[in-house]
């Protein structure tokens, strides 16, 4: 199949699932052809079976923004003329579904007929689609894919909530590839960040608002006066330095690694103890599934889609929003009891085996030949 996939290129979680989606299609003999402003971050590599097409907005004095959604839709026209694509697969309804019925619509114009399957992700349904100035579009783009899938059951539910929608909605879970996981937990550096008598508790996230990067630093607090820890903060955003700040007021800064963004995170988790997540809302939570296939059990909040992937009293703990007291007592019982430790270790990578990619991709496949009939 040649398939079309647009996503954004970042560091969030939708663009790592597109680009490790189009990875493994391209793996098993797929044409794929990626769709963005910029090469995502998580395609190393553009060989064979794997392309980049980068969308350009000519810069006009006139425009106050620029009109992103035209250059996408015009783009695609002009690719799926040109190398045949037979599909478009686009990641986050906003504006990508949009731009995707639009290139659709001119394509029928030239005699052909594209299917678009729309993946929703969470953020674009759950923070910004809901907004009343996109909410007629969102549902709009919806309602006009062909297919539309959803990462976890209460995205799904949530989105037949918030917006008028009557189209069937598919859950397709996010996924991971267990094997490069594996091969990467061989050589687990843990000495160069944590004495042997340290435990490491880490957070990854883009460190907005929603992520409460807050509730780690107060939780960590806790925890270090009684048990001697190390925290990793892996990621960037708007959030970055007010933690930094509170770490340096409750006197923890010296026992606080911040990494930034980087592409480590693997390594990261592979020699943690420990995964804090705790969001204000969580349509999945891609990192705790990061964390968990790295045999690092994750305290999360019980929002959204998380108690989908993080189970209570096996892979980890759920807490309510807010509740650091409890996030820090789970995290304290866990982290000094060993046996526990291990146990829930084991656990939190036998159930990030049940979303090997091997697995769910051909969820995705199955729902391609479906869009294509
Ligand atoms: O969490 C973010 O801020 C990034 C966002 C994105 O769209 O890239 O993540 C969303 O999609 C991920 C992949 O499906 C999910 O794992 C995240 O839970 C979801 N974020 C939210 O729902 C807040």
Redesign the pocket.
Known sequence: MKIAIVC?P?Y??????ATELGISLADRGHEVHFVSYKQPVRLQSLAGNIHFHEVHVPKYPLFHFQPYELALSSLLVEMVKLHQIELLHVH?AIPHAYAAYMAKQMLKEAGIDIPVVT?L????I??VGNHPFYKPAVTFSINNSDIVTA?SNN?RHDTFNFFDVHKEIHVVP?FINVKRYDEIRVNCERSSVASDDECIITHV??F?P??RVLDVVESFARIRKEIPAKLLMVGDGPDRMVAEERCRDLGIWDDVVFYGKTDAVSKILCFSDLLLLP?????????A?EAMVAATPVISTNT??LPEVNIHGETGYLTDVGDVETMSSHAINLLSDKALLIAMKENAYAHACTFDVEKIVPEYEALYKKALA
Not at 12 to 17: E, K
Not at 121 to 124: L, N, Y
């Open positions: 954004y970042t969030g979680g939708s663009g790592v699932v986050y993946t992700h969470g953020s674009d759950t923070l990462v995205l996010n996230s883009n907005r929603v992520k969001s204000q809302t969580e349509s999945f939570g891609l990192a599934l959204g889609g």
